[in-house]
């Protein structure tokens, strides 16, 4: 139902972000937002490498010619453990679904899943 977008640099700090509705139209939502970055960017910028996720993954990898997908959940987790390294649980509270991951070890041992898509979870 949302489609967001960020920028980091080499270092891991936030340069960009965009967050709205997808209006239903992830693949749109995102070519605006690559749009508004693009416009924002000095001309020598170089961005290396593009992953997205999520439920339009696939669209928007596609569409866009993305570098990477990423499981939702593995980048849940990749991002918690950037912020808090050794992280052992997360907690996603999405606007369909709510997930819990439970961590061993710099992996995923355990997913739970919510049993009834509850759609405004969120």
Same mark, same amino acid.
Request: aromatic share 10%; net charge negative.
């Given at each position: #139902?949302? #489609? ?7 270092? %891991? /700090?936030?340069?960009?972000? *965009?967050?709205?509705? +997808?209006?239903?139209? =992830? ?9 508004? @970055?693009? %416009?924002?960017? =000095? =001309?020598?910028?170089?961005?290396? +490498? ?6 339009? /993954? ?5 569409? @866009?010619?993305? !570098? @990477?997908? /990423?499981?939702? #959940? ?6 918690? !453990? *950037? *912020?808090? =390294?050794?992280? !052992? ?7 369909? !679904? ?11 041992? +355990?997913?739970? @899943? +919510?049993?009834?898509?509850?759609? %405004?979870?969120?």
């Amino acid at each position: #139902t949302t #489609t967001k977008v960020a920028l980091i640099d080499d270092k %891991g /700090e936030l340069l960009y972000s *965009f967050y709205s509705s +997808n209006r239903g139209s =992830p693949l749109q939502t995102a070519i605006y937002a690559l749009h508004e @970055l693009y %416009g924002l960017l =000095p =001309p020598s910028t170089r961005i290396c +490498n593009s992953v997205v996720t999520g439920y339009g /993954e696939a669209l928007v990898k596609a569409g @866009l010619k993305v !570098d @990477l997908g /990423e499981i939702e #959940t593995v980048a849940h987790f990749k991002g918690a !453990d *950037f *912020f808090y =390294p050794g992280v !052992d649980f997360v907690l996603d509270i999405g606007g369909q !679904d709510m997930k819990s991951l439970r961590i061993k070890d710099g992996v995923i041992e +355990n997913v739970m @899943l +919510n049993e009834a898509c509850s759609s %405004g979870c969120g």
